[in-house]
């Protein structure tokens, strides 16, 4: 019995959601990412980095984030929720992300007067 495919990180499933987005499979990324023509060596590489088997560096997150058009936070966010939160921010304008900043300064700081615990 071949031994069990490691679990995704938070990390590899949003690269991979990422990817599949673009339409590229993972040795057009690793291409992307490394330079290099040989999809023995680029494929496996992405592959590792979604299945949590590796973690890439932050100057390769940074380059995968860039290849894929999203903010390097999005994929080092710890929750799904904090995730989500930076996409949709990124997208705005910077007024408007200065207005959505404080709107949800302003959430937290109505939570924290009614007693909500962090």
């Not at 992307?32 to 980095?49: E, V």
């Not at 200065?98 to 939570?111: D, F, I, S, V």
């Not at 924290?112 to 615990?117: A, E, F, N, R």
């Amino acid at each position: 019995m071949p031994a069990a495919l490691p679990t995704a990180t938070a990390l590899g499933r949003r690269l991979r959601a990422a990817r599949l987005a673009k339409g590229w499979t993972q040795a057009q990324l690793g291409e992307r990412l490394l330079g290099l023509d040989d999809p023995n060596t680029a494929a496996p590489r992405i592959s590792r980095y979604e299945r949590g088997m590796h973690k890439p560096d932050l100057d390769t997150i940074e380059r995968l984030a860039k290849l894929l058009d999203l903010p390097a936070a999005y994929f080092m966010a710890t929750s799904d929720v904090v995730a989500e939160a930076i996409l949709v921010i990124s997208q705005l304008s910077p007024t408007k992300q200065k207005q959505a900043l404080a709107l949800l300064k302003k959430l937290a700081n109505t939570n924290l007067k009614s007693g909500d615990v962090r």
